[in-house]
């Protein structure tokens, strides 16, 4: 590595294994920038919503959605006396709570899937991470966006565990929630979109550490990950 103060952390997976509360614990924990990429398709799920798209597009749509996404100026602030403390901003909105909803998850998954979407926002998430030392959450980070990553982890868990956790995070946030069922089906179709796109599917990266939250606490899973991290920092 010819930049010796390169360090980031991947931290890929599906919908639902808890990669955002661990990673901005660890963010916390080792004074890491927190970037959270699916905030990036997200906000630009919301300028789709915002511009009448459905959830199907047609190929001129398409190349629509990549001047949007080309377009939009996202940026993260942090707002030390607001919870969660990093807003997520696109046009100079707060759109931190827009974003959060089943509908714009779906979105967010569907403008995914659109190549030049995520070329479009390559360069920022790699400028994110090389601007400070970081951890990145997303789906494509250890495969695409940083494939020289300094360590990297995939977080799996059941689909019924990520349902629980999914649920229980939309009745804390208030308003319309869906059955679990509902959101069992929710979560199965975006795991399916997200793992058979062509371009920069969800999957583990060959030298990513794997770990199954199915049955381990928030803090056991951060305690299995900070050891991993202290004990390849110390071998370097
Ligand atoms: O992590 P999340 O649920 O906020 O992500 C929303 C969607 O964005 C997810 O269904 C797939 C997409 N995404 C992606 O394709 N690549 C990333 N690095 C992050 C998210």
Do not use: W
Not at 207 to 224: F, P, R, Y
């Amino acid at each position: 590595m010819s930049d010796s103060s390169f360090f980031v952390i991947a931290v890929d997976g599906p919908a639902g294994t808890g990669k955002s509360t661990v990673t901005k614990r660890l963010a916390k924990a080792l004074q890491l920038v927190h970037v959270d990429t699916g905030a990036l398709y997200r906000a630009v799920a919301f300028l789709c919503f915002e511009a009448g798209f459905d959830l199907k597009f047609t190929p001129t749509q398409e190349s629509a959605i990549t001047e949007i996404a080309k377009m939009a100026r996202i940026a993260f602030k942090n707002v030390p006396d607001r919870n969660p403390s990093s807003r997520v901003y696109v046009n100079d909105r707060d759109i931190t709570a827009l974003i959060r909803t089943p509908e714009m998850s779906l979105m967010a998954s569907r403008v995914s899937a659109i190549p030049h979407v995520r070329a479009a926002l390559l360069d920022l998430q790699r400028r994110l991470g090389k601007s400070q030392p970081s951890i990145l959450e997303g789906r494509d980070i250890g495969t695409v966006i940083f494939p020289e990553a300094t360590l990297k982890f995939f977080l799996t868990a059941s689909l019924e565990e990520r349902a629980k956790r999914r649920l229980a995070e939309l009745e804390a946030q208030g308003g319309d929630v869906p059955t679990f069922e509902e959101l069992k089906q929710q979560i199965a179709d975006r795991d399916h979109s997200d793992s058979h796109r062509d371009t920069a599917p969800l999957k583990k990266a060959v030298d990513a550490i794997e770990i199954d939250t199915s049955h381990l606490n928030l803090e056991q899973v951060v305690a299995q990950m900070l050891d991993q991290i202290r004990q390849r920092t110390e071998r370097e």
